[in-house]
């Protein structure tokens, strides 16, 4: 087609080719000139519109000025091209620059940069690459799986202070008391709620979460009831130590409102079995009187029969008695003894018209030990029948009252020597070994052994006295010692030899160990006692 036409036709005017009138021509001579002027003023090509001029001034044919427009309009298009395809390039970088930016804030979060400044960045970066969407340098597949990642990064963002607040009240609450735990509590407890409420697309959005915060909070709080249920049955027990019993009934009844409330909602079955325990400690506390009473009771007992006057101790326990009945009766719960008082009492109730006797027979059996200041110790073997007396049994095979007690074990005599102290107010126990050998002393190494005893073990006191005044230290029945500081726990010593030991085995091996639990026919003991 002849470039006229085409000329003709990018103007919107008919082509020049087409026109037959000169005079028509010369009237769109103009037209082109304006044109051909407005197209250079946008090319900005100065020298196309000087060659225009000078073809104008030379008279240049339409066809010479349409040749030259055509050529104008050419370079026009070719112009207008490039600044298309640099915008788009722009465009392109524009767009790049967007999505890079987005990825590089939340680097910055990471290293500590605020949330908040993070969070606005990242909105701003998603709006961006929104925009690029309705551009030529939109990438659909790729922009959208950007924004849906830092949608996420940015619920992220905003999300993260709250659930590392959460998690930094849930560590102090689990580390905390009672009082301290439930205000941790719930501090978690509220940021997980305003967290559920605020982004529930989040990962960390969870009601279940928020129950098992409850439930901490629950248990706190019933922690902290608890304890303050226990200090106050603690200071209604001080009051009744103090004897206020006005101020322990008050503590009491408020210990009894709050233990109902802290059982409302639990099943029956331990709702009794709390109702019963704090009726039981209830009953302890307001018998705290009386066995204070008691204690101090058997505190005299002991004293009156440490200075000999069992009539005094008789009078204690009788009140002692007195005492142990009205609790039984008053305080039906069960309050209890302190296991040791309960059963010394026991012991020294039904002999207390006996005690005096009981004393002065075994204080007949002492004699001092030599260079032991403050320690006796029985000159004789225990005989059948104090031991009998005592110990309300005889295991003996051979049995009389002066005969040395024998088939005991070490805890057998052990036994006897608790009640002994009970009854003369002092510590009575076995002997040890170094006191025993200081009892022995040097050189008196003969009694009823394996030489002369024919094996027949003889009545306590038939041998002659040593020079310290015991009998029977060497041979008859041997005779069980305290267990030696890291001794064998199951073994004790057994000193003397019995009737079946030559004396040479005596002199070379004086104490012996054995099971503790072994109860021998030839085995017996004697006691000391410590004090004046």
Same mark, same amino acid.
């Given at each position: 087609?002849?470039?006229?036409?085409?000329?003709?036709?990018?103007?919107?005017?008919?082509?020049?080719?087409? /026109?037959?009138?000169?005079?028509?021509?010369?009237?769109?001579? @103009?037209?082109?000139?304006?044109?051909?002027?407005?197209?250079?003023?946008?090319?900005?090509?100065?020298?196309?519109?000087?060659?225009? &001029?000078?073809?104008?001034?030379? !008279?240049? #044919?339409?066809?010479?000025?349409?040749?030259?427009?055509?050529?104008?309009?050419?370079?026009?298009? %070719?112009?207008?091209?490039?600044?298309?395809?640099?915008? /788009?390039?722009?465009?392109?970088?524009?767009?790049?620059?967007?999505?890079?930016?987005?990825?590089?804030?939340?680097?910055?979060? &990471?290293?500590?940069?605020?949330?908040?400044?993070?969070?606005?960045?990242?909105?701003?970066?998603?709006?961006?690459?929104?925009?690029?969407?309705?551009?030529?340098?939109?990438?659909?597949?790729?922009? +959208?799986?950007?924004?849906?990642?830092?949608?996420?990064?940015?619920?992220?963002?905003? =999300?993260?202070?709250?659930?590392?607040?959460?998690?930094?009240?849930?560590?102090?609450?689990?580390?905390?008391? @009672?009082?301290?735990?439930?205000?941790?509590?719930?501090?978690?407890?509220?940021?997980?709620?305003?967290?559920?409420?605020?982004?529930?697309?989040?990962?960390?959005?969870?009601?279940?979460?928020?129950?098992?915060?409850?439930?901490?909070?629950?248990?706190?709080?019933?922690?902290?009831?608890? !304890?303050?249920?226990?200090?106050?049955?603690?200071?209604?027990?001080?009051?009744?130590?103090?004897?206020? &019993?006005?101020?322990?009934?008050?503590?009491?009844?408020?210990?009894?409102?709050?233990?109902?409330?802290?059982?409302?909602?639990?099943?029956?079955?331990?709702? +009794?079995?709390?109702?019963? $325990?704090?009726? %039981?400690?209830?009953? #302890?506390?307001?018998?705290?009187?009386?066995?204070?009473?008691?204690?101090?009771?058997?505190?005299?007992?002991?004293?009156?029969?440490?200075?000999?006057?069992?009539?005094?101790?008789?009078?204690? /326990?009788?009140? $002692?008695?007195?005492?142990?009945?009205?609790?039984?009766?008053?305080?039906?719960?069960?309050?209890?003894?302190?296991?040791?008082?309960?059963?010394?009492?026991?012991?020294?109730?039904?002999?207390?018209?006996?005690? !005096?006797?009981?004393?002065?027979?075994?204080?007949?059996?002492?004699? @001092? =030990?030599?260079?032991?200041? !403050?320690?006796?110790?029985?000159?004789?073997?225990? @005989?059948?029948?104090?031991?009998?007396? =005592?110990?309300?049994?005889?295991?003996?095979?051979?049995?009389?009252?002066?005969?040395?007690?024998?088939?005991?074990?070490?805890?057998?005599?052990?036994?006897?020597?608790?009640?002994?102290?009970?009854?003369?107010?002092? &510590?009575?126990?076995?002997?040890?070994?170094?006191?025993?050998?200081?009892?022995?002393?040097?050189?008196?190494?003969?009694?009823? /052994?394996?030489?002369?005893?024919?094996?027949?073990?003889?009545?306590?006191?038939?041998?002659? $006295?040593?020079?310290?005044?015991?009998?029977?230290?060497?041979?008859?029945?041997?005779?069980?010692?305290?267990?030696?500081?890291?001794?064998?726990?199951?073994?004790?010593?057994?000193?003397?030899?019995?009737?079946?030991?030559?004396?040479? $085995?005596?002199?070379?091996?004086?104490?012996?160990?054995?099971?503790?639990?072994?109860?021998?026919?030839?085995?017996?003991?004697?006691?000391?006692?410590?004090?004046?």
């Amino acid at each position: 087609m002849p470039s006229a036409v085409r000329t003709g036709k990018r103007l919107g005017v008919i082509s020049v080719s087409r /026109l037959q009138y000169p005079g028509l021509r010369r009237r769109l001579v @103009p037209l082109w000139w304006l044109l051909a002027l407005g197209v250079c003023a946008v090319a900005g090509g100065a020298a196309s519109t000087t060659e225009l &001029e000078r073809a104008r001034a030379a !008279g240049a #044919s339409p066809g010479e000025l349409v040749r030259l427009l055509d050529e104008l309009i050419a370079a026009e298009d %070719q112009a207008r091209g490039q600044r298309s395809e640099w915008r /788009l390039e722009r465009e392109r970088l524009l767009a790049e620059m967007a999505r890079v930016r987005a990825t590089e804030f939340l680097a910055g979060f &990471e290293a500590g940069e605020s949330s908040a400044q993070v969070a606005d960045a990242l909105r701003e970066a998603i709006g961006e690459i929104r925009a690029l969407e309705r551009g030529r340098a939109a990438e659909p597949a790729r922009d +959208a799986a950007l924004i849906r990642r830092l949608e996420r990064q940015l619920t992220w963002v905003e =999300v993260r202070p709250l659930v590392e607040e959460i998690e930094r009240s849930l560590l102090r609450a689990r580390a905390a008391g @009672p009082a301290e735990a439930e205000a941790w509590f719930s501090r978690a407890r509220d940021r997980q709620a305003e967290l559920n409420e605020r982004f529930p697309q989040a990962a960390q959005a969870s009601e279940a979460r928020l129950r098992r915060i409850e439930d901490e909070l629950a248990a706190a709080r019933r922690g902290e009831r608890e !304890g303050a249920l226990a200090r106050l049955l603690d200071a209604a027990e001080a009051e009744s130590r103090a004897g206020r &019993e006005v101020e322990r009934e008050r503590l009491l009844a408020e210990a009894g409102r709050l233990r109902t409330e802290l059982s409302a909602g639990l099943p029956p079955t331990e709702i +009794a079995q709390r109702r019963q $325990a704090f009726q %039981q400690r209830a009953q #302890s506390i307001r018998a705290l009187p009386r066995l204070l009473a008691l204690a101090r009771l058997d505190e005299e007992v002991a004293a009156a029969l440490r200075a000999g006057d069992a009539a005094t101790a008789a009078e204690r /326990l009788e009140l $002692a008695v007195s005492i142990i009945a009205s609790v039984s009766e008053d305080f039906p719960q069960g309050v209890e003894i302190e296991a040791g008082l309960r059963e010394r009492l026991a012991y020294l109730m039904p002999r207390r018209s006996r005690l !005096g006797d009981l004393q002065k027979e075994f204080l007949d059996t002492l004699v @001092p =030990v030599p260079g032991r200041p !403050g320690l006796r110790m029985m000159r004789v073997e225990m @005989p059948q029948g104090l031991h009998e007396r =005592v110990g309300n049994q005889n295991p003996s095979r051979v049995t009389g009252a002066r005969r040395p007690v024998e088939s005991v074990s070490w805890w057998d005599a052990a036994a006897v020597a608790e009640r002994l102290s009970w009854i003369m107010g002092a &510590e009575v126990r076995l002997p040890t070994r170094a006191e025993w050998l200081s009892a022995l002393g040097d050189g008196e190494q003969s009694g009823w /052994l394996a030489e002369n005893a024919e094996g027949v073990v003889r009545e306590t006191g038939l041998w002659p $006295a040593s020079r310290a005044g015991f009998h029977d230290l060497v041979g008859n029945v041997a005779e069980w010692l305290q267990p030696e500081a890291g001794s064998p726990a199951p073994t004790a010593g057994v000193a003397g030899g019995s009737v079946a030991d030559e004396v040479a $085995a005596v002199v070379s091996e004086p104490v012996r160990q054995f099971n503790a639990q072994r109860r021998d026919r030839l085995i017996g003991y004697r006691l000391v006692m410590v004090g004046p």
